[in-house]
């Protein structure tokens, strides 16, 4: 019985390891708006806006109302908030990769995106 459990707990740790080196940035629930730009396979160029779910310094998850394909190549313009009264907003400009799409129902219709950043903007 020593030997299951030994094994048990070792696969467990496992599976930890894994998550863990999938998430090896760590990410913060920020809500920003995001303008999403992507060229489309018939070279029309899209544009729609989203929301930001999550955000780390390798990728962002955002919300938004089209399925965007997994593996496309798009442009990310997130807007930051007001530190200062009397400021103007700010923004984050980067390119990314779409690496994970998925239908969702709350609170809205629409689709889920996990971007990786390939590079940022000034």
């Not at 489309?40 to 999550?54: K, L, N, P, W, Y």
């Not at 399925?67 to 007001?82: D, V």
Request: aromatic share 8%; hydrophobic share 35%.
């Amino acid at each position: 019985m020593g030997k299951a459990i030994a094994v048990l707990v070792t696969s467990l740790r496992l599976s930890e390891v894994s998550e863990i080196e999938k998430r090896r940035w760590e990410r913060y629930g920020l809500e920003f708006h995001v303008y999403i730009t992507w060229k489309e396979a018939s070279g029309s160029v899209e544009e729609i806006v989203g929301t930001t779910r999550d955000i780390s310094s390798s990728g962002v998850c955002l919300r938004c109302e089209s399925l965007i394909q997994q593996g496309a190549e798009i442009n990310l313009k997130i807007e930051l908030p007001i530190v200062l009264e009397g400021t103007t907003g700010s923004h984050m400009s980067a390119r990314g990769t779409v690496v994970r799409n998925e239908g969702v129902s709350e609170p809205h219709e629409g689709y889920e995106l996990g971007i990786m950043f390939d590079r940022f903007y000034p």
